[in-house]
Nanobody
Framework: QVQLVESGGGLVQAGGSLRLSCAASGRTFSMYAMGWFRQAPGKEREFVATIRGTSGTTYYAHSVKARFTISRDNAKNTVYLQMNSLKPEDTAVYYC??????????????????WGQGTQVTVSS
């Protein structure tokens, strides 16, 4: 049974940092892209960042570029999201996602096959 479990969320002040982790089990995802999405209250789930499984190429939403860094440790089947210079507008539930097969794109919910349960990130002003 495939599971993605996020951890590392919490409450931080604006300007602070958090490091999210997503540990996968039940299947190895080293060959496929993994990513992070977030959903704020009253908003749709939106793309945050993704990292390809082969080249390691990363892509970021404009709103987090230069502040967030996605990385992965394939030996641990884990993906990370380092979040720096956090802003109140970053407050959301953050979801880890993984592609279970080859896909051409990485930016939409439909492009991912597996999802974690989410971890809350709250940034106070």
């Amino acid at each position: 049974q495939v599971q993605l479990v996020e951890s590392g969320g919490g409450l931080v002040q604006a300007g602070g940092s958090l490091r999210l982790s997503c540990a996968a089990s039940g299947r190895t995802f080293s060959m496929y892209a993994m990513g992070w999405f977030r959903q704020a209250p009253g908003k749709e789930r939106e793309f945050v960042a993704t990292i390809r499984g082969t080249s390691g190429t990363t892509y970021y939403a404009h709103s987090v570029k230069a502040r967030f860094t996605i990385s992965r440790d394939n030996a641990k089947n884990t993906v990370y999201l380092q979040m720096n210079s956090l802003k109140p507008e970053d407050t959301a539930v953050y979801y880890c996602a993984a592609q279970g097969r080859y896909r051409q794109t990485y930016y939409g919910r439909a492009e991912y096959d597996y999802w974690g349960q989410g971890t809350q990130v709250t940034v106070s002003s």
